[in-house]
């Protein structure tokens, strides 16, 4: 029995039930792909998404023997390794919206900051709003996964977005900047964590700050309570279990 089926590019990844026998995933698998002419291979996704790095690993299954592709969605194009990098498909309209609603707040020559920006779906499909409005800003992607930062960079030259993009890599926690933002999104992990201070030490008075955080409304609205923190919205912005939520907060430092 299949849980979920995510398709990456030209990659399906299957998650099964503990119980599935594996002559059973060998048979899905063939039959899917067999249905399926746009995907070229079958993988079977094992365990959970774990740490700061949200990488999960996979085994081969059925099709092409390999973990890269090339995954398309808003205009745009990601390059990545299946087990060394973090994406989600299930993303593509949360990254339309907030890129769109960000493009629209955007004065010319802004700065704007994505934390644990992974390979740059986030920044790319900013710029990519903001290249089509003839809007310059400068965009940094800063991400701790060494493999998803040099996807990232690779995925910017893709995209032709360079006088747009700039990568770092390393601990977005401690980025060598001397620059405040005038937008910061955070696509941060599910953890414990909140990177607020981070942010507010990349902030100045008037900075918009997209805030990614996980399970109850109730919870996600204590986490960002800070004296210096207007809440201007909360929105569901994706499941990431049954009944368990990832939300957008909009806030605006003080």
């Known amino acids: 029995m299949t ?12 998650r099964f039930s503990e119980k599935s026998l594996w002559i059973y995933k060998k048979f899905f ?4 792909l067999r249905k399926n002419k746009n995907i070229k291979t079958i993988l079977e996704k094992k365990g959970d998404i774990e740490g700061e790095l949200r990488i999960f690993k996979t085994k081969f299954l059925t099709g092409e023997n390999k973990k890269e592709t090339i995954h398309k969605e808003n205009n745009s194009q990601f390059y990545l390794h299946i087990d ?27 700065n704007i900051l994505v934390m644990f920006a992974g390979i740059a779906p986030f ?3 900013i710029a ?9 800003a400068k965009i940094i992607s800063s991400e701790l996964n060494k493999d998803a930062s040099e ?26 900047t001397l620059k405040k933002f005038d937008i910061i999104l955070m696509t941060r992990p599910n953890l414990e964590e909140t990177f607020l201070d981070s942010a507010l030490k990349y902030s100045k008075k ?28 909360i929105r569901k912005a994706g499941d990431i279990a049954p009944g368990k939520y990832r939300w957008l907060v909009k806030m605006k430092v003080s």
């Not at 698998?29 to 899917?32: A, D, G, L, R």
């Open 151 to 176: 996807y990232a960079q690779r995925n910017v030259k893709l995209n032709k977005l360079e006088d747009y993009i700039e990568v770092i890599q390393g601990d977005s926690r401690r980025i060598k």
């Open 3 to 14: 849980k979920s089926i995510d398709i990456i590019g030209d990659i399906a990844i299957i």
């Open 128 to 136: 990519k709003h903001l290249k089509n409005k003839k809007i310059k």
């Open 123 to 125: 920044p790319i499909v």
């Open 29 to 32: 698998s063939w039959k899917f």
């Open 206 to 233: 008037g900075t918009l700050i997209y805030y990614h955080g996980f399970g109850i409304k109730e919870k996600i609205l204590e986490e960002v309570k800070n004296k210096r923190l207007k809440v201007l919205y």
């Open 84 to 110: 060394k990098t973090y994406f989600s498909p299930r993303l593509s309209n949360e990254r339309a919206l907030v890129s769109e609603e960000i493009s629209n707040e955007i004065k010319r020559n802004s």
